[in-house]
């Protein structure tokens, strides 16, 4: 089981990025978690460009998409939506057919009841390109500041158990049972 995991967030020591280093960390053996690490190098969206050959960091974001049976996906929220940076990675995958049934899923790492804004968008976004949502594996999860530990990931138990059931019940769900 390939499952791509995606950062809204280009800060390195993020909040979002140390959930889905996390979900790496406690990934099952039969589950190839896969952290994808190109968000900053993806030109921005030109429809002229969208098309062979298409930009190399393009073209590797559009393979690992294809080659995996699931994505997860842990977004901030700027300005009450999706960062600009990722919301330029789904654009790329508008014109390509990758994400035409796949099975998705987010997290919310943001405390206080934030992030709404950017999952109501990036739901909607997501069913525009045919990915399949899969609400069992959809939460919010307050992962605070200093949770976050030196090697980049969250020691926490509680909220590692709760990563652990989150990519589980992606997982099943892209693998039919």
């Known amino acids: ?4 995991l995606v950062s809204g967030s280009t800060r390195a020591s993020s909040g979002n990025a140390a959930a889905l280093r996390t979900v790496q960390a406690v990934a099952a053996e039969e589950i190839a978690a896969d952290l994808y690490d190109g968000l900053a ?11 062979d050959p ?4 393009v073209r590797d974001l559009r393979q690992r998409i294809a ?14 939506t999706l960062p600009g940076s990722l919301k330029n990675l789904l654009d790329w995958t508008v ?7 796949k099975r998705a899923a987010w997290i919310n790492v943001a405390s206080g009841g934030r992030g709404g804004g950017a999952q109501e968008h ?3 976004v997501l069913g525009y390109v045919g990915a399949v949502a899969v609400d069992a594996a959809c939460i919010q999860l307050p992962v605070p500041r200093d949770a976050v530990q030196a090697d980049g990931t969250i020691a926490d138990p509680a909220i590692r158990a709760a990563l652990t059931e989150v990519l589980a019940a992606l997982a099943r769900s892209a693998s039919g049972s």
């Open 1 to 4: 089981m390939q499952i791509l």
């Open 41 to 51: 190098a993806l030109p921005a969206f030109n429809p002229d460009d969208d098309r």
């Open 54 to 57: 298409l930009p190399p960091p």
């Open 67 to 80: 080659a995996a049976d699931a994505i997860l996906f842990c977004v901030p929220e700027y300005a009450g």
């Open 95 to 101: 014109g390509g057919s990758e994400m035409t049934g």
């Open 122 to 124: 990036l739901a909607m």
